[in-house]
């Protein structure tokens, strides 16, 4: 099995030209068999004739054209015609006659330039070839030649719908390989988003809030690691997401989870922000994507009260069902903006997208005594 696939890639690398060949050649072997000689097609009575050195000239004419028949089907349909109308004309009635309609779906299929010119040109042809015909005394009647026209016109037909239908498998290839490139550039932002959005935020708060503590020393130096600590963090997350974007890279494709989030509440903390964190109930067994997308919602809450309300009273609540996991996160707006990166609101649009795509819940949004409240629940068990 293995090797006939390999035959069979092998083959489909070859030129087209050799992969068309085999048609043609087995089509002029056939026709030149005692058995199949004078048994093809024929209009009208005429007799046939023997097959002598020109009739086996008139056979090749019209068989080893389809060679070309998909690299330059013009220059095929032109031979295969012309023979064709010399194995009538002569007497030959060869079964290569079979070559013309095989020519006719080749150039309806293939023919890029001049396809009008080249139906109207052939159609032309065919009428002086059935008056020529019948003053030879062929006595074709009118209505056969009619149906053989049309059969022909059905080939060209069946060529110009299998060219349609390439195209449009083509044009849909197109679409879907779009789609993908813009989803993968989606998700790539939102990652990038949610990695370096988090962490350069506490940096920032940190930093701000360092320069404040000159006086204080044990404090700044706290601080200060803890913005070198923040920043080894960033750095191991965005070699760990590039890891995760190179295809030839062995990673073990960790991704964060509703288990991490001790951390990066340790983290918020750590940049002056005070969070209460409580979590009820235990992870289900296969939660799929839904501890990644709960890790991302926390992320991106605790980020905006970093920005917007530092210093302001913040509750994260997790709670871990049989089938889902919801997590709700207040801000009091007591707090003071810190000077920060700002928000282009992309966030809370892509945790939206994020829990969308799970069938999940997805709310934030202002409270009425003031502050900030981010809602969501994820449905777990899903694919990961």
Known sequence: MIHLRRIAELWRRCDVTLRDAPLALLLLVGSLLPEFQGHGTQIGILPTRDYDVLAVLVVALECLPLTVRRRWPGVCIVLVSLGFSLDQLLGVHAMAGTALPIALVSVGAHLE?????????????????????????????????????????????????????????????????????????TRIARELHDVVTHHVTAMVVQAEAARYLTAAPERLDATLSAVTDTGRRAITDLRHLLDLLNPDHDTDGRTPSAGDLHGLVEQ????????????????????????????????????????????????????????EISVEISTDGSGSRTRSPGGSGRGLAGLRDRVDALGGEFDAGPRPDGGFLVRARVPAGGPS
């Open 268 to 323: 918020t903390r750590q940049a002056g922000q005070p969070v209460e964190f409580d979590e009820e109930g235990t992870p289900p067994e296969s939660a799929g994507s839904a501890e990644f997308v709960a890790y991302r919602v926390v992320q991106e809450a605790l980020t905006n009260a970093l920005k917007y309300a530092h210093g302001s009273r913040t509750e994260v609540r997790v709670r871990h069902a049989h089938k």
């Open 113 to 185: 330039r001049h396809r009008r010119a080249t139906a109207v040109l052939l159609t032309v042809a065919f009428v002086p070839l059935m008056v020529a015909l019948d003053r030879l005394g062929s006595g074709e009647p009118l209505a056969d030649i009619v149906l053989l026209y049309v059969v022909l016109v059905l080939a060209w037909c069946i060529g110009a719908w299998l060219r349609s239908a390439r195209a449009a498998e083509a044009e849909r290839r197109r679409h879907v390989a779009a789609a993908t490139r813009a989803a993968e550039r």
